[in-house]
């Protein structure tokens, strides 16, 4: 994914004027912890105690720069990559 590419498209929609926009994205249903991805029951139930040790291991491998992509996306949208 070339997020730079993404930002650049986002950013030079005219929202102010002519007709509506939309931006059709190819996704991954559940891609942020890797026992959401492709399961409806996240949307529909919280976390159990296991779930969030998972979630709280990802978010922390993270934090030490392991998920680059992810943390990619995030500064490319934040204005900080």
Known sequence: MDL????TILEEL???AG???I???NTIFGKVFSY???QIKVALFPMNDEEYK?????LEAANKG?????TAFIETFAGTG
């Open 4 to 7: 730079s590419r993404m930002k």
């Open 14 to 16: 005219n929202t102010q």
């Open 19 to 21: 007709p509506p926009h």
């Open 23 to 25: 931006l059709i994205a």
């Open 36 to 38: 959401m991805e492709k």
């Open 54 to 58: 998972i979630a709280s291991a990802e």
């Open 66 to 70: 392991h998920f680059k992509m992810r």
